[in-house]
């Protein structure tokens, strides 16, 4: 396994490299001059980048050596479990709270906020007492909340509503984001590696790295988005006028009562479109096996020695891989719809989960099969994403979807959550390990809701067949997608 991760890590950068060089080639970058030439579009656009890169390179240290750490511990393969499902569970109570928290106590507050929890979150890895890991997941799933919502949220504001740039220029911010954030995965794989294996200085190490860089983002918040905020205020006094104060005789609605219309308003368009309704289902299924695959891949590969940081940066390369591909496929060239792409994501996704109930027989493990099945999982994540943002993108409103997309992270959650205890109760009852009946089962349980997953996919372009906001724009009026 050691030469197998170091040759494909060397493959799969060689061919990201390749194939961003042909979507270079074939999807010319369709940048609006007027953004790149706008010095004050781009200070702003730095000052955001700079903490937000951050954050994610201190989240994504975290990902080679959790489970690896739980083991240096000498934990049982059924207590991690519960401590992954504690990490889940307080994603689902804090995710409400996530959209909330900003309105009550400030965007940029709340982003300091996500520094400290994660920073403690951190820190509580150095402790080999169960409950204060527990604690310490607790504060990574408020974390991961605040960080899915809190960051962007500042930046979209203070985009629109203070500095008044266009909103076409937002997608240039977050296309770059992405593209470093995919990189950022791989290098903090390779980073992890080196101070956990190649130093020496054990599993713990990333996460100890992961709280100074965590000090930076809540330095740069503190400063320089602190300056950014301070320069604008007599701007963000005229928004308060307009939004509604004494003078102008309405008052401002209450963070609460806004939570609260919000979450109210996507209910009633999740119930009342069933495109919606299908694309949340696919949504929670696809995303809650990927939760489940967080779990099991350092169990079935670590028994066999490989590098795990070596395998995590193979594992984000691939996904990179599938983002690159996604662009390739939907270029003018190619031309295929998204709706296309997530469903050959979804049946890349059963595929690779009915090769792991054979690659994980008990007592007949295969690990070089169940690597290749990993890098596919991946693969097909990274299609399934862009695809599923830009169908979301058409279908849901943009003034409900923030409430909507809270409602599909629920059951997404709560099927992680199931998933990983129906694990534990096996594992707890059978006595199973790595390897073991339980986690076979669990890639067979993975494949039947990639397979659910596949129908909801199939139902929902059968729905909406003649529907020209399922398509890419340059195709709209060229007939039916299936």
């Known amino acids: 396994m050691l030469v197998t991760a170091y040759l494909a890590v060397i493959s799969l950068l060689a061919l990201c490299v390749g194939l961003e060089l042909t979507a270079r080639r074939l999807t010319p970058p369709q940048s609006t001059p007027t953004a790149v030439a706008n010095p004050a579009f781009r200070r702003f656009q730095n ?18 050596y959790l489970y690896k750490l739980y083991r240096h511990y000498s934990f049982l393969e059924s207590q991690i479990a519960i401590l992954y499902v504690c990490g ?3 994603c689902v109570l804090f995710a409400p709270f996530s959209g909330w928290l900003p ?8 982003c300091l906020l996500f520094c400290l929890s994660y920073s403690a979150c951190c820190l509580t890895k150095l402790s080999r007492d169960y409950f204060v890991l527990i604690v310490g997941r607790i ?10 919502t809190t ?9 629109v509503d203070v500095h008044d740039f266009p909103k076409d220029w937002i997608p240039s911010t977050f296309t770059k984001a992405a593209t470093w954030n995919h990189g950022l995965a791989v290098g903090a794989g390779l980073m992890a590696n080196l101070l956990a294996e190649w130093l020496h200085l054990g599993p713990v190490a990333p996460f100890l790295l992961a709280v100074p860089c965590l000090g930076c983002c809540g330095w740069v918040v503190l400063t320089d988005w602190g300056k950014e905020e301070a320069e604008d205020g007599p701007e963000r006094d005229k928004q308060t006028l307009r939004l509604g ?20 308003e996507g ?3 999740l119930l009342s479109d069933k495109r919606v309704m299908l694309l949340g289902g696919v949504q929670a299924l696809f995303e809650s096996v990927l939760y489940i695959f967080v779990f099991l891949w350092t169990p079935v590969l670590d028994p066999h020695g490989p590098p795990l940081g070596i395998i995590f ?10 983002s690159l591909l996604y662009r390739l496929a939907t270029s003018t060239r190619y031309h295929l719809q998204p709706g296309h792409v997530l469903c050959v994501a979804v049946l890349m996704a059963f595929f690779s989960f009915f090769m792991l109930t054979f690659s994980t027989a008990p007592g007949q493990p295969r690990p070089h099969e169940s690597f290749l099945a990993f890098l596919l999982l991946e693969l097909a994540s990274g299609l399934y994403f862009p695809a599923v943002s830009f169908l979301q993108g058409r279908v849901i409103p943009e003034e409900k979807r923030a409430g909507v997309l809270a409602w599909f992270r629920l059951p997404l959650h709560l099927l992680a959550c199931l998933g990983l205890l129906a694990l534990h109760g096996e594992v707890s009852g059978t006595g199973g390990g790595e390897g073991g009946s339980g986690t076979r089962h669990m890639f067979g349980g993975c494949a039947l809701m990639m397979l659910a997953a596949l129908m909801a996919v199939v139902s929902l372009f059968t729905l909406g067949r003649n529907d020209t906001d399922l398509k890419l724009e340059g195709s709209r009026g060229e007939g039916e997608m299936y």
């Open 245 to 264: 104060t004494p003078n102008g005789g309405v008052a401002p609605l209450s963070a609460k009562v806004r939570f609260s219309r919000s979450c109210h």
């Open 47 to 64: 000052i955001f980048l700079r903490a937000y890169l951050l954050a994610l390179w201190a989240d994504w240290l975290q990902g080679p």
């Open 313 to 322: 940066s193979c594992l984000m390369a691939a996904s990179m891989v599938g």
């Open 139 to 148: 504060l990574g799933g408020l974390s991961t909340s605040l960080l899915a």
């Open 151 to 159: 960051f962007e949220s500042w930046y979209v504001h203070r985009h």
């Open 267 to 269: 209910l009633r368009c």
């Open 103 to 110: 309105q009550a106590l400030g965007r940029r507050q709340t």
């Open 88 to 90: 889940l569970a307080s």
